[in-house]
């Protein structure tokens, strides 16, 4: 994994688009390792019956997602320092699966403490799902 450097970050830098698939083998294996059972991420008849309009994935594992598009591109997890999103819609997973479709764009670089501020926007089915998503980044 190559580590981003300051020299080569500026603000106006993008993400390129990365495809992430959300699978219902997906939630249930998510679900396992959060201890989130909500059924309204694996039972499509319990999330129709509270009115989704099928089931969806867990807010934390879309979260995770874009982490892991920003934690590739800075070189490695351990580089993000902050990282915060407000949930704005479901991912709706239906037997197909879906795709959730993660960017980003540097806004700021601090060439002193060699940190970078990332905007970063996902969105599935259209939709976005994530809003006021930012990481700050530890660059070499």
């Known amino acids: ?9 500026e603000a106006g830098d993008v993400i390129a688009p990365v495809t ?7 939630l249930v294996a998510y ?7 909500n059924p309204i991420h694996q039972d499509e008849e319990f999330a129709k019956s509270v009115g989704l309009p099928d089931v969806i994935a867990h807010g934390m594992w879309t979260l995770g997602a874009a982490g892991s598009v920003v934690s590739e591109w800075v070189g490695g997890a351990g ?8 949930f704005t819609k479901p991912v709706v997973v239906p037997t197909t699966g ?3 479709v993660i960017d980003g764009v540097v806004k700021s670089v601090d060439p002193e403490s060699r ?3 990332v905007d ?4 599935a089915g259209g939709d976005k799902v994530l809003g006021r998503c930012t990481a700050i980044v530890q660059l070499d």
Do not use: K
């Open 1 to 9: 994994m190559t580590v981003r450097t300051a020299a080569e970050t």
């Open 20 to 26: 992430v698939p959300v699978s219902r083998e997906t």
């Open 31 to 37: 679900a396992h390792a959060s201890g989130d059972q």
């Open 120 to 123: 970063l926007t996902a969105t």
């Open 115 to 117: 940190r970078a501020t």
């Open 98 to 100: 879906a795709d959730v």
């Open 79 to 86: 580089r993000v320092i902050e990282f915060g999103t407000r």
